[in-house]
């Protein structure tokens, strides 16, 4: 009985390793060769919002309150199938704690768009978009990445803050990438 009380225990304070381990994606590839990696700080947001933007535009100022909102941007894309699938592997197991928003699968390509609810129905507090199987698609695609010809198979972003996802739907159809209506219509709930 001893015994199995000192492992329940143990295994209670090795709960809050596996949260950082899970957490910790973007960081252990950060600095890997294979791996094309991007964090945008908090500080840069302040920076941003501290710009002089033309405010008498409203879709201007829409886009900055939106910035604004945003304390943390994180992506990475690679080519390596060892990586992607260290990648998918992550992303499932922090799935657990997201709403699956989106799936959509084309010609081998998988992507899926995870939430975190905010503060309300038009707000999240966390974005995570993974974006999965684009060797197949890329591979003749010519893609420079510091001038270097690459393809792509795995690509995964993350937002955090207080998002609203009336403005993130706004620019992904300004953009033109798939996910806008779907984002749209989770905002509209």
């Not at 302040?46 to 886009?63: F, N, P």
């Not at 998002?163 to 300004?174: A, F, G, P, T, W």
């Amino acid at each position: 009985m001893k015994k199995h009380i000192i492992l329940l225990v143990m295994a209670v304070l090795m709960l809050p390793l596996t949260g950082m381990a899970q957490q910790d994606i973007f960081e252990k590839y950060s600095d890997n060769d294979k791996v094309s990696y991007l964090s945008l700080k908090p500080k840069m947001f302040q920076m941003l919002a501290k710009m002089d933007i033309d405010t008498d535009d409203a879709e201007a100022k829409a886009y900055m309150d939106m910035v604004n909102s945003i304390t943390s941007f994180k992506t990475m894309a690679t080519d390596d199938k060892a990586i992607a699938k260290d990648v998918a592997t992550w992303v499932a197991s922090k799935s657990g704690t997201l709403e699956e928003l989106m799936v959509m699968k084309d010609n081998g390509v998988v992507m899926k768009v995870y939430i975190k609810e905010g503060k309300d129905d038009n707000h999240v507090s966390e974005l995570l978009m993974h974006i999965n199987g684009l060797g197949a698609v890329t591979k003749d695609s010519k893609i420079k990445i510091n001038g270097e010809n690459r393809s792509l198979e795995t690509v995964v972003v993350s937002f955090t803050g207080n998002i609203d996802l009336r403005q993130i739907s706004k620019l992904v159809n300004k953009m033109d990438l798939p996910g806008g209506d779907e984002l749209e219509k989770k905002s509209n709930k």
